[in-house]
């Protein structure tokens, strides 16, 4: 049963901007839009606010970001200029990239200085690749915890974490705390840890129904009402936006909007911003966009009411919807989860690179490295799979390694793998042959993979794809484990499998846009009136994925960039270099 909202302003005829959809680069356009002095809606189509980003890692990709100059870390932005230009194949930035780069620090301090949000540094966390002008830390910021009591009744209207990710609802964060989950059994502090979570969290569901303890994109969502709220942003669920209206002059006004299956007509004196989300579950539009065989089936791990509205929407009056990127999704490895009449899509972004897992390919042998990138992965796998069918590999683990780090949704001890292998989710065989023959596999090829594997595990050196190579690589893997940290052999039975099907994050491609966020049409003429943020607005990085959070680093900064521009409109008066609201003052960018 539908949990109603909380009470709230009447909704108003007009609003100097209306923001639809409520992920991060919504909420961080509305927040930032109030507090200059706005009046903002922001109209989110299902019960739940936090779109993507409430399933995500929280993570932020933000070069000279203010918590790395805390810990004496720095760089010029030439340094991270030429990461990017260096991961797009060009001698210049695109003006958005070089935007974002000049802003991110900028925005971070904002909202660590004057909202609820809180970040934690990502100072050990390097870049993806080791291209001219990588970092082996210091460009990296996540949402730190947040307590969801501070939203009173509000927690219930935040999408909780993705089911098959979570523990019984909770969700663990990357870093320490999943680190102490992992070692649970095998060390008491750890267990002791453990304990006191999910004590709290058993308190939480009795008490309201829910985890409070947000961790990941579920604190950084979190963070983001309770700003919203604090600064009287009006919040409307079920609201699903229709169509764009616009003036005599083509300037976008307002919206029509069907709430709770009443229609409105609301107008924007400002702007209207779309952050839909992108169309990762948008089947015509996937058809149009992806290529290759990553267009034989498509199973997104983000949400399933993220169908391109807002791109659409956007589309229909005269903007650019790009379709010359590099990758038209964000491509992330998955597994389904049997769950009634569809699967559940799980995205493998953690256990894929510990110790002890390989992935291999319908003939047995392996493809990757596979503690490269998620998006490096499904790459791989697009390439190293025939063109005319839908691509697949399996991921293979010992019972050492499935005990210690799990296998997707198959949890590790202590809990059971029988239930996993009853859905059929989980495949087991006594042996490697057993295996191999479950997965009608090759039984010679992959036993001899998985010895050549083993042997190099025991050197400390992948010497078929370099596993452990990088730092990145090293990073994902398990620090306890010498010599390669990456590298584990798979000796003891039983061994077991899951299938991996192309997924992805979200999607790439979207609404062109200038380095305001205004919407631009073919002709690069801006659309007066039409905004994109997040993952409507069609990557900055040309489709590229160089470094984890160059979803929500771009999502947010723009964010902060179009509530900047749309602040300079007539209702509020704002010089190129600083506002006042109230007392506080702040630079504008």
């Known amino acids: 049963m539908a949990r109603k909202l909380p009470t709230t302003s009447p909704l108003s005829q007009q609003y100097d901007v209306i923001v639809v959809g409520s992920g991060a680069g919504g909420l961080s356009t509305a927040v930032r839009a109030a507090y200059l002095g706005l009046s903002v809606l922001v109209l989110e189509k299902t019960e739940g606010l936090g779109g993507t980003t409430a399933w995500s890692g929280g993570w932020l990709w933000i070069p000279r970001n203010p918590l790395a100059t805390e810990a004496g870390i720095y760089e010029d932005v030439e340094a991270p200029r030429r990461y990017v230009c260096s991961e797009m194949h060009a001698d210049t930035l695109d003006v958005r990239a070089d935007a974002f780069l000049q ?35 210091g460009r990296s910021v996540a949402a730190a915890p947040f307590d969801g009591r501070q939203l009173g009744p509000w927690k219930h209207h935040v999408r909780p974490p993705l089911s098959v990710i979570s523990l019984w609802g909770m969700g663990i964060a990357s870093g320490a705390d999943i680190r102490h989950f992992f070692n649970a059994t095998r060390r008491v502090s750890s267990f002791l840890y453990v304990i006191k979570r999910l004590t709290r ?16 994109g579920n604190a950084l969502v979190g963070a983001l009402l309770k700003s919203a709220l604090d600064l009287d942003v009006r919040l409307q669920t079920n609201a699903a936006v229709t169509a764009l209206t616009h003036d005599d002059c083509g300037r976008v006004s307002g919206v029509e909007v069907k709430i709770d299956g009443i229609e409105y007509s609301l107008s924007a004196r400002q702007g209207v911003v779309m952050a839909a989300g992108g169309f990762p579950h948008d089947k015509q539009r996937q058809a149009e ?14 949400p399933k009411d993220n169908t391109g509205d807002g791109i659409t929407m956007a589309q229909r009056v005269g903007a650019r919807i790009r379709n010359d990127l590099a990758n038209a999704g ?19 972004l953690i256990e894929r690179a510990k110790p002890g897992i390989i992935a291999v390919l319908p003939n047995g042998k392996r493809f990757t490295s596979e503690a490269d990138s998620y998006h490096d992965f499904m790459r791989a796998l697009f390439d190293a799979s025939p063109k005319d069918r839908q691509p697949y590999c399996w991921l293979v683990a010992d019972h050492k390694a499935q005990r210690r780090w799990g296998l997707g949704w198959s949890k590790p001890f202590p809990f059971p793998t029988s239930y996993f292998e009853r859905t059929g989710y989980l495949k087991k065989g006594r042996t490697l042959a057993e295996l191999a023959s479950t997965l009608s596999l090759p039984v010679g090829v992959l036993t001899e993979t998985v010895v050549r594997f083993n042997q190099d595990a025991k050197d400390g050196i992948d010497r078929q794809f370099q596993r452990g190579a990088s730092p990145y690589n090293r990073i994902q893997g398990d620090p306890e484990q010498t010599p390669n940290p990456s590298l584990a052999a798979l000796e003891q039975g039983p061994f077991y499998a899951v299938k991996i099907v192309p997924g992805s994050l979200g999607t790439f491609s979207g609404i062109d846009t200038n380095e305001h966020g205004q919407a631009c049409r073919t002709d690069q003429s ?22 984890g959070g160059i979803t929500l680093g771009p999502a947010m900064t723009f964010g902060y960039r179009v509530a900047n521009h749309l602040a300079q409109g007539d209702r509020v008066s704002v010089s190129a270099e600083t506002t006042q609201k109230k007392e506080n003052t702040d630079e504008i960018l």
């Open 103 to 137: 802003t991110g620090p900028d925005m971070v301090e904002f909202f660590a200085t004057h909202t609820a949000l809180r970040f934690i540094d990502g100072n050990l966390v390097p870049d993806f690749h080791q291209s001219a002008g990588h970092a082996q830390g």
């Open 201 to 216: 969290h058993l308190m939480d569901k009795v008490r309201f129904g829910r985890s409070t303890q947000l961790v990941n």
């Open 289 to 302: 966009q992806f290529t290759g065989n990553a267009a034989f089936g498509h199973f997104s791990a983000a």
């Open 330 to 348: 964000a491509w992330s490895p998955v597994s389904l989860v049997p769950h009634g009449k569809e699967p559940i899509h799980f995205p493998h």
């Open 526 to 547: 801006v659309i007066e009136g039409l905004y994109a943020v997040g993952n409507d607005m069609s990557s900055i990085f040309g489709g590229h994925y160089p470094s």
